[in-house]
């Protein structure tokens, strides 16, 4: 397989809304809230590289901080394990750990990245450990999938390297060996199928008010072992989200100049070279779609998904793209980057991965509804960024358009909230006199109350939320003296 040799008025709205955004959603950055611990029992999946198995090992009360996420500390705490375990001929896993960027989340797809000892490992071991890692942090739920990279290469199935793993799913029930032979079987010739193989990809979108891209794994039928073949196919499914707030792409196959190819860039190997008409910058920007983001979805899609891809170099009229200036809501953003060496590289762009919150807004029948939001990955597990994403109000690029916002007070979140802590499974909050304009309404203060402590039990440790103004319960109909807990009249 190593052979695989108009501007619009949603675009003019999508340009005034970034510009309220970006003035009105930037990152909280008093009020830090301690560092908070809770407890759970956690199940690791040890991998056993003889038998192509794994051990379980059942952890009680293990105690998680809340600002990390609950996958990251099961993967940490697998990593060592597994290094302290390791022996010959698999001693090179002693210096196992991961490599920035680490470890990342959008939405229900985490992103790992290994250093690059798993190279190192026969095709089985590999499968097999990284198959551990996948059910391992899938056990909570929230991961539906894994992409696992390691020293900035995708992964493959066999020794050469021409067959790519493409995206873990849980297999807990199985044993790898039957779960790889399997993904193997899809690469072979078949009499009665015609597709060639099919394979789980990682895409990476392009999103309009966020400026970043998103994650969602899809089955691609690829029909051909040539890298062309295999690259169109990707750059096809781009053009297709199903993902709300994903501008519609135009036909990027259309665009290019010549097929894909593997070439030598700066003196390094089996770059992928793209070449795009000269028209393709004045066509993203006709859908509203900045050049960076694309840059971005482009290399995080192809050399997250094939193995031998040592960077991706993309050629518009004839000049390569070799610095950009992202504009977004992710750190980082409005700083250039220069790729100096001629192509550019999956971590480039790992800053521009955002993700999905579930926030809650008024509707037409002055009732809560649930809306989901794309924000920075970095910023949802923060409860300071998830009340500052409320208290901004609906956005236009929400699942759920037409909303109203539940905060009536202008002041911005760090005006009003005076502090926020955590202790086990409660967040408390504690905000100035201000906030407190709801009046003796028990719908007001209904949907106030619980458009803050449902956005906020989203949160993987959080379960109960206490609100004082000025350190004590304040005055009004609901029970301000106990914590409140997610509301069942408000679940999705």
């Known amino acids: 397989m190593k052979t695989m040799t108009p501007l619009s008025v949603k675009a003019l709205i999508f340009f005034f809304t970034f510009c309220y955004l970006a003035f009105t959603v930037m990152p909280v950055m008093a009020l830090d809230v301690s560092d908070g611990l809770y407890t759970t029992d956690v199940t690791l999946y040890i991998p056993d590289f003889e038998s192509a198995g794994f051990m379980e090992r059942h952890i009680s009360s293990a105690e998680i901080r809340t600002d ?51 190279l ?66 899809r690469h072979t010739e078949s009499d009665t199928v015609s597709l060639h193989y099919r394979g789980n990809t990682a895409l990476f979108y392009p999103t309009s008010a966020g400026h970043g891209v998103v994650c969602e794994v899809k089955a691609l039928n690829y029909a051909s072992d040539s890298l062309a073949s295999a690259v169109r196919t990707i750059m096809a499914a781009l053009s297709e989200a199903d993902l709300f707030d994903i501008p519609h792409l135009p036909p990027l196959n259309d665009y290019l100049l010549e097929e894909p190819q593997l070439m030598d860039v700066a003196e390094v190997s089996d770059i992928l070279v793209l070449k795009f008409q000269n028209d393709l910058t004045n066509i993203l920007s006709e859908y509203g779609i900045l050049r960076s983001v694309m840059m971005a979805s482009l290399t995080m899609s192809l050399q997250g998904y094939f193995p031998w891809i040592n960077g991706v170099r993309c050629e518009i009229g004839g000049d390569a793209i070799l610095a950009i200036v992202p504009v977004g809501l992710f750190d980082g953003a409005n700083e250039a980057i220069a790729f100096d060496r001629g192509y550019m590289l999956w971590q480039d762009f790992s800053h521009f991965l955002l993700t999905d919150i579930d926030l809650y807004f008024v509707n037409e029948r002055s009732e809560l509804s649930e809306t989901s939001r794309y924000i ?28 109203k916002g539940t905060i009536e007070s202008s002041d911005r979140l760090e005006d009003l909230l005076i502090s926020i802590s955590s202790q086990d499974h409660l967040l408390s909050l504690d905000f100035r006199e201000p906030f407190w304009t709801v009046g003796h309404n028990l719908q007001n203060e209904q949907n106030v109350v619980y458009s803050i402590v449902n956005t906020l039990t989203r949160l993987p440790w959080c379960t109960q939320v206490r609100i004082t103004v000025n350190g004590a319960a304040p005055d009004g109909l609901l029970a301000y003296h106990t914590p409140f807990m997610r509301s069942m009249d408000y679940l999705p």
């Not at 022996?87 to 196992?96: D, H, R």
């Not at 590999?126 to 390691?150: D, E, H």
């Not at 390297?161 to 849980?170: C, L």
């Open 68 to 118: 990390s996420s609950l996958e990251k500390t099961l993967l940490t705490l697998l990593i060592d394990e597994i290094s302290e375990m390791a022996q010959e001929p698999f001693s090179a896993l002693k210096n196992l750990d991961l490599l920035a960027p680490g470890y990342l989340q959008s939405r229900d797809v985490a992103l790992i990245h290994l250093t690059g000892e798993v």
């Open 120 to 185: 190192e490992l026969d095709p089985l071991s590999r499968f097999t450990l990284c198959q551990a890692i996948t059910n391992t942090i899938c056990v909570p739920g929230n991961i539906k999938a894994c992409l696992i990279m390691s020293d900035g290469k995708a992964l493959s199935l066999d020794e050469a390297q021409t067959i790519p793993a493409g995206v873990f799913a849980p297999n807990e029930y199985s044993d790898p060996l039957a779960a790889m032979s399997q993904l193997l079987l």
């Open 376 to 403: 920075p990955s970095g910023w949802a597990l923060d409860p300071k960024q998830l009340l500052n994403q409320l208290f901004s109000g609906p956005s236009y690029y929400d699942s759920i358009p037409d909303l």
